[in-house]
């Protein structure tokens, strides 16, 4: 197929690669991050934009929203269930912008990183790890 014939990846498009990248994970790993459910938007809600204080849509490609696991407790009521969003739009944006990975790479990386947040990384403790692999 030629790029004259391809036409944007869909949000469904977008969900077979995160579920690649997601089974292409150790095994290990994809077991420890238990139920976590996986959303593909073309971006971020306005109310979560506010709330995180960006302004740019754009600037936002995934988002963890649940209680991580380090902060869970059998004490605490039953949570809402994890969340991992992706953000179609930004991360083509970031895609064309970047020029130097491929679709699928960078929406492994996404989904990856908030992962990290669900098992109660920080964004720099989440730079370290991929700095150091």
């Given at each position: 197929?030629?790029?004259?014939?391809?036409?944007?990846p869909?949000?469904?498009?977008?969900?077979?690669?995160?579920?690649r990248a997601f089974?292409?994970?150790?095994a290990d790993?994809?077991?420890?991050?238990g139920d976590?459910v996986?959303r593909i938007?073309?971006?971020?809600?306005d109310e979560?934009l506010d709330d995180?204080?960006?302004?740019?849509p754009?600037?936002?490609?995934?988002l963890y929203?649940?209680v991580?696991?380090?902060r869970r407790?059998l004490?605490?009521?039953?949570?809402?269930?994890?969340?991992?969003f992706?953000?179609r739009?930004p991360i083509?944006?970031?895609?064309c912008?970047?020029?130097d990975v491929t679709?699928?790479e960078l929406?492994?990386h996404?989904?990856?990183?908030?992962?990290?947040?669900?098992f109660?990384?920080?964004?720099d403790?989440?730079?370290?790890?991929?700095?150091?692999?």
């Amino acid at each position: 197929m030629t790029w004259t014939e391809r036409m944007a990846p869909s949000l469904d498009d977008f969900a077979a690669l995160a579920r690649r990248a997601f089974d292409d994970l150790p095994a290990d790993f994809r077991r420890q991050t238990g139920d976590v459910v996986f959303r593909i938007d073309d971006f971020a809600s306005d109310e979560v934009l506010d709330d995180l204080g960006i302004e740019d849509p754009f600037e936002l490609t995934g988002l963890y929203q649940g209680v991580d696991l380090a902060r869970r407790s059998l004490f605490d009521p039953t949570p809402q269930p994890s969340m991992v969003f992706l953000y179609r739009r930004p991360i083509l944006d970031e895609w064309c912008e970047r020029g130097d990975v491929t679709l699928g790479e960078l929406i492994a990386h996404v989904l990856v990183h908030e992962i990290g947040h669900h098992f109660g990384l920080s964004d720099d403790d989440i730079h370290r790890i991929e700095d150091d692999a």
